[in-house]
């Protein structure tokens, strides 16, 4: 596995306790604190309250956190349009603080409400990967750090929705955000529906994945949902392709009871026969009552066997709580887990459960 490099190790080393926190810092390679990140910064914020602004930090946009007299404070994420969501932020803020007024201080990814605004920088344009039916591309809901500065790059694949329906320019999944502020640059591997089938996408992503080492990625985390998540557990038979292989309820024959859904097992065989990613660490993350997996138990043989081949494997087996084929996406898996696959991917020895 490739480990970070020196000066990102050493920013990581000043800024631990917050990346164990939930991944909400980063040392840029100045040396100097992202605005956005450095909730010690943030005016009126009391000590106590650091905890719940790095927890916002955390969660996917639509966002937004007010500020208002002594130390009160409201944020709104996760889901809605984004008035309705700054609205609530608003509101919150004002019960804290007995109806007196409260004024944005963050929205999304810029911080409006203060004397020294700051806003993210957008990814470079031109920086893409495409062909006729996919592309590869960063996302630009995410903070931008660039291949010199970045720890690495997580790159997001999406699932396959029924029909034509088009996946397409989805945000990636909330606890993907922990790597990008733990100094990770967050790419989407998006593919047209109508061409998306699973060999096909596979050496799509080889291809690419190959091409952003060449520019400079130290560190790869290939992750993704479903569909995405099998042609990340697919990448695992190129070695040295990826260093951090995450497959969140993967799948690709349909649900249960449709015409390809009984060749799904042997498939994942003919997958971890292939693995040859021996330094690769492994996280795959399954759930009860998912109409995509209709062998659980077989298939849960199966991510075990692959923990045989690979540098490490850290294997989400149904956890109580969570049940479905999407729960992934949402604010209690990201809580519950996000903090520990940032562990698992970056930490010196890899974590062999949360």
């Keep these: 596995m490739r480990l970070p490099s020196t000066r990102a190790l050493v920013a990581l080393l000043l800024l631990g306790p917050l990346l164990l926190a939930g991944g909400a810092g980063h040392a840029a390679a100045q040396g100097s604190a992202v605005p956005l990140l450095d909730v010690a910064s943030w005016p009126g914020l009391a000590e106590r309250d650091r905890a719940s602004a790095r927890r916002f930090l955390a969660m996917n946009l639509p966002r937004a956190l007010a500020l208002g007299p002594n130390g009160a404070f409201g944020w709104q994420a996760g889901g809605?349009?984004?008035?309705?969501?700054?609205?609530?932020?608003?509101?919150?803020c004002a019960r804290r603080a007995n109806g007196q007024d409260c004024q944005v201080f963050i929205r999304d990814l810029a911080i409006v409400g203060a004397d020294r605004p700051w806003r993210a920088p957008d990814p470079p344009a031109g920086a893409r990967l495409?062909?006729?039916?996919?592309?590869?591309?960063?996302?630009?809901?995410f903070l931008w750090w660039g291949p010199e500065q970045a720890r690495g790059v997580l790159v997001f694949a999406h699932g396959r929705a029924p029909g034509s329906a088009d996946s397409r320019g989805g945000q990636p999944q909330g606890w993907t955000r922990r790597f990008n502020n733990a100094g990770?640059?967050?790419?989407?591997?998006?593919?047209?529906?109508?061409?998306?089938?699973?060999?096909?996408?596979?050496?799509?992503?080889?291809?690419?994945?190959?091409?952003?080492?060449?520019?400079?990625?130290?560190?790869?985390?290939?992750?993704?949902?479903?569909?995405?998540?099998?042609?990340?557990?697919?990448?695992?038979?190129?070695?040295?392709?990826?260093?951090?292989?995450i497959a969140i309820a993967p799948a690709a024959h349909g649900q249960t009871g449709s015409a390809n859904h009984a060749?799904?097992?042997?498939?994942?065989?003919?997958?971890?026969?292939?693995?040859?990613?021996?330094?690769?660490?492994?996280a795959i993350a399954t759930f009860r009552n998912d109409p995509f997996d209709a062998e659980p138990d077989a298939r849960a043989e199966q991510f075990r066997l692959l923990g045989t081949k690979v540098g490490a494997l850290l294997f989400l087996d149904r956890p109580d709580g969570l049940e479905g084929h999407s729960v992934g996406a949402g604010i209690p898996f990201n809580d519950r887990f996000g903090p520990c696959l940032l562990r698992f991917a970056t930490s010196a020895t890899a974590p062999t459960r949360c």
């Design 80 to 92: 809605g349009d984004a008035a309705a969501v700054e609205r609530l932020a608003l509101e919150s």
């Design 130 to 141: 495409s062909s006729w039916n996919h592309e590869t591309v960063p996302d630009g809901r």
């Design 184 to 245: 990770y640059d967050v790419w989407r591997f998006d593919r047209h529906p109508n061409t998306d089938e699973a060999e096909r996408a596979d050496g799509w992503l080889r291809g690419d994945l190959a091409e952003l080492r060449r520019r400079g990625y130290r560190h790869i985390v290939m992750a993704g949902q479903s569909r995405g998540g099998w042609n990340t557990l697919m990448t695992l038979g190129a070695p040295g392709l990826v260093d951090v292989a």
């Design 263 to 282: 060749r799904q097992l042997d498939d994942l065989r003919r997958i971890v026969d292939a693995a040859a990613a021996r330094e690769a660490r492994v």
